[in-house]
């Protein structure tokens, strides 16, 4: 026991150093794109938006506004200078003023997107995940089964959709020609956040479309996968003795098919995961929906550097957390990888 816990600890320190490496890289990267981009300084366009509105800015009062706006967005100093301050408030939480919403904090945005990206991308990234992957699993051992084949049809067209005319297809039908279900937002308007039965079913008729949509698409797309690499495993050498040794066929398809092929769709549910803050524009946009896809839109047509960096770094951080977090369940997953060993 003592010697399962050394390793495992070498194992989780090992893992834990990548992940807090991904972090530091990522945070780095995030700094220094928007300053090295020409014409990015938030306090010229800031100075330049004040002129194009018409507002009269007399010429000795510019420099000094200027420099003002460069003191409040952290960016006055050197590059340097600006890279170990933008460090020591990112530890103590602060992300500075949105340059857009100001004077809100960037975290007071993020804190308040957040809940519904998670509760709506997240969610449905499992439960596709989930319903793809058992019945890609199923459907490569039982490939003749009527269900199987239709359900194979069925991916392989909807796949190849782009899921912005998916959703549009989807919101036209169900919103505006059989008005089942509200074209937009994320609960009725006028009702107040709380966990009261109504508010609960507001949300639920609000976000049925997007989830939809989701779960369909993902489902597919897990589905084929899954059954693909099941299929490899089936032809396997184990997997062939284990019928000749009439091993129960539920056995057989559990234990030994799709216990071997998880390994590769953990690790994709991992990544989707940590990408679900970066790749839920088009769906927020398409259904109007308040989360982090929609605040980084509105933080992109609006330049505002410091929201956008605030996104990506909840992205890099859920992708850094995500892998590490499969890292550590493939061993209970896949008998070969080991804590004690180097595939690991």
């Not at 939480?93 to 100001?102: D, K, M, Q, W």
């Not at 308007?189 to 109504?198: D, L, N």
């Not at 953990?266 to 679900?276: D, H, I, P």
Request: charged fraction near 10%.
């Amino acid at each position: 026991m003592g010697g399962f816990l050394k390793f495992f600890i070498r194992y989780l320190g090992a893992r834990l150093i990548v992940c807090f490496l991904v972090i530091f890289v990522g945070v780095t990267i995030t700094f220094l794109i928007p300053r090295l981009i020409p014409g990015s300084n938030p306090a010229e366009i800031a100075v330049r938006r004040l002129q194009m509105a018409g507002a009269y800015l007399p010429p000795e009062s510019v420099e000094p506004m200027r420099e003002a706006l460069l003191k409040l967005y952290g960016l006055e100093g050197s590059m340097i200078e600006q890279y170990f301050r933008y460090w020591r408030e990112l530890l103590k939480g602060n992300l500075g003023p949105s340059f857009a919403s100001f004077p809100t904090p960037v975290v007071v945005l993020i804190s308040r997107s957040l809940p519904w990206t998670v509760g709506l991308l997240a969610l449905t990234a499992v439960v596709s995940w989930v319903i793809g992957t058992l019945l890609g699993g199923v459907a490569s051992y039982r490939g003749k089964r009527l269900w199987v084949r239709v359900f194979e049809m069925f991916s392989n067209a909807v796949r190849p959709i782009p899921y912005y005319i998916f959703a549009l297809t989807l919101l036209i039908i169900f919103a505006y020609v059989l008005r089942w279900f509200p074209a937009g937002g994320a609960f009725q308007v006028g009702i107040v956040p709380s966990f009261s039965s109504t508010f609960v079913k507001s949300v639920i008729k609000h976000g049925f479309l997007p989830a939809l949509s989701l779960i369909i698409i993902g489902m597919g797309a897990w589905f084929l996968n899954m059954r693909n690499l099941a299929s490899g495993v089936t032809h396997e050498d184990f997997v062939i003795f284990a019928h000749q040794m009439k091993i129960k066929e539920s056995t057989i398809l559990k234990n030994y098919v799709m216990k071997t092929a998880m390994p590769a769709q953990l690790t994709g549910l991992a990544l989707q995961l940590g990408t679900v803050f970066s790749g839920t524009i088009i769906t927020e946009i398409v259904f109007n929906y308040p989360g982090l896809g929609t605040l980084a839109f509105t933080a992109i047509m609006q330049s505002d550097y410091n929201l956008i960096m605030g996104i990506t770094l909840c992205s890099i951080v859920a992708v850094a957390f995500a892998t590490l977090l499969v890292d550590l369940l493939l061993p209970f997953v896949d008998p070969r990888i080991q804590y004690t060993g180097g595939a690991g």
